[in-house]
């Protein structure tokens, strides 16, 4: 049984342009342990795919529907507001871009730490302030000890993140939807926070789902990886089959503009024009307006996810092999 599934979920919400389909149908599974990428440029519909699972979008003006959210066994869309956010404190935890956002300015990190810990697994206070030093020092915090006693302002960016890993981890989850969670940080910092999730990850066997526009990262770090765009997944499968084998217009796009370590002096190449409105109805593929491999097909049916290779599915028309092939040989 897979640890989270998804199936058919959207979201939309109620605007004066409309009714706007911020999530369209999307549908995955995670298995215990894996770490997936969610990719997608501003817009597509990540941030609102991860906060309709834990049901943190406001209804109205929002309205979630899905066939199945299951976690663990759990129908998660039939539990209550406050069993679900016992879910959300206990098994599945979320980390955002902005430390600051999530971490009270005014309680020592200590308290926030050692008051989750006291809260949600019932620890005395003092064996959750021997655990808050542990969490610290697990995330890679000098003289955690001392650190407790300091409010969120007297850390840096860097170390706030972490502390908001701590938090995020304290209560072991079995699920860490981490959603843009290195984008603000510098490239150093951001590379210790990946290695620290890959540590963790490997002692505690968490699942991630990890959100972000960065591919590289995202292919460091996830074993699979789903592409997002206007609200729909049109990719997904494992990190070296998409990467390798793109097989929607889209990706190859998205890996277009993305920098690649290996290739010196290579032309990066923005993919011109705009996602569509999505309080307008798509009938096609909604990439189509922006596809320069588009068929005589893609104006006239709209293109289901099917398979394309080993637990790969995309949804185009078009056949990207000699694309793969031309950049092998080159
Ligand atoms: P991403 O995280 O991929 O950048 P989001 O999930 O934040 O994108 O947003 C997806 C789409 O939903 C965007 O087009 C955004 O404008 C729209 N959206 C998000 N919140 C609202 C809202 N409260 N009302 C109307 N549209 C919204
Ligand atoms: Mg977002």
Same mark, same amino acid.
């Given at each position: ?18 009714? !706007? ?175 620290? !999730? ?133």
């Amino acid at each position: 049984m897979p640890l989270l599934t998804v199936k058919n979920l959207r979201t939309q919400f109620s605007t004066d342009r409309g009714l !706007v389909r911020a999530v369209d149908g999307v549908s995955f599974l995670l298995e215990e342990g894996e770490v997936m990428g969610l990719v997608g440029e501003s817009g597509s519909g990540k941030s609102i795919t991860a906060m309709s699972i834990m049901r943190l979008i406001k209804e109205p003006p929002g309205k979630i529907t899905a066939d199945e959210i299951t976690f663990d066994g759990v129908d998660l869309l039939s539990l209550s507001p406050a069993q679900l956010r016992s879910y959300r404190a206990r098994h599945i935890s979320m980390i955002f871009q902005d430390p600051m956002r999530s971490l009270n300015p005014v309680l020592t990190v200590g308290r926030q730490l050692t008051e989750t810990l006291r809260r949600h697994l019932g620890m005395s206070a003092h064996s959750a302030r021997r655990r808050a030093v542990e969490l610290l020092e697990m995330v890679g915090i000098p003289r955690a000890e001392k650190r407790l006693d300091e409010f969120p302002h007297q850390f840096s960016g860097g170390m706030r993140q972490r502390v908001m890993i701590a938090i995020a981890l304290s209560c072991n989850p079995r699920l860490l939807i981490a959603d843009e969670a290195t984008t603000a940080l510098d490239v150093t910092i951001q590379a210790q926070i990946i290695d620290l !999730v890959r540590r963790l990850r490997a002692e505690l066997g968490t699942a991630v789902i990890w959100i972000s526009h960065d591919l590289g990262l995202v292919a460091g770090l996830c074993d699979k990886v789903s592409v997002m765009y206007a609200g729909r997944i049109v990719e997904s499968g494992p990190v070296r089959e998409v990467f390798y084998r793109p097989a929607h217009g889209y990706t190859l796009g998205l890996m277009n503009c993305t920098p690649r370590i290996d290739a010196v002096g290579q032309r990066l190449r923005p993919i011109d024009g705009m996602p569509p409105n999505l309080a307008e109805p798509i009938t096609l593929c909604p990439f189509l307006p922006r596809c320069e491999r588009a068929l005589d097909i893609c104006h006239e049916a709209k293109p289901h996810l099917q398979s394309v290779g080993s637990r790969h599915v995309a949804s185009c028309h078009a056949d990207l092999t000699n694309y793969w092939r031309k950049d092998k040989i080159v």
